[in-house]
């Protein structure tokens, strides 16, 4: 009896210590994913914008910010595209 539970205890926080890096390492992989998804997302969102702008800018209709409902005139465009 008294052999065995120092082995017992020896074990149990083995096999704990393994699931809390087992964890932590899920926990990194999990937000590795999530900011490439939002790296993702933005990177969709500037090019539907940039799109946007570029029709309006070449069309020679005002552009209407959907937000704000303003109105701006296709007059001194230039328009840059950035790549994260």
């Given at each position: 009896m008294?052999?065995?539970l120092p082995i017992i205890v020896v074990l149990i926080t083995l096999s704990l210590?393994?699931?809390i890096?087992?964890?932590a390492s899920w926990l990194k992989n999990l937000?590795?994913?999530?900011q490439s998804q939002l790296?993702?997302?933005v990177k969709?969102?500037?090019t539907l914008v940039a799109n946007d702008l570029s029709k309006a800018a070449f069309s020679?209709?005002?552009f209407v910010c959907q937000e704000g409902n303003l109105k701006y005139?296709?007059?001194?465009w230039h328009l840059k595209y950035y790549v994260l």
């Open positions: 008294k052999k065995t210590l393994g699931l890096a087992l964890q937000l590795e994913v999530r790296l993702n997302k969709d969102a500037t020679g209709q005002p005139m296709q007059q001194n």
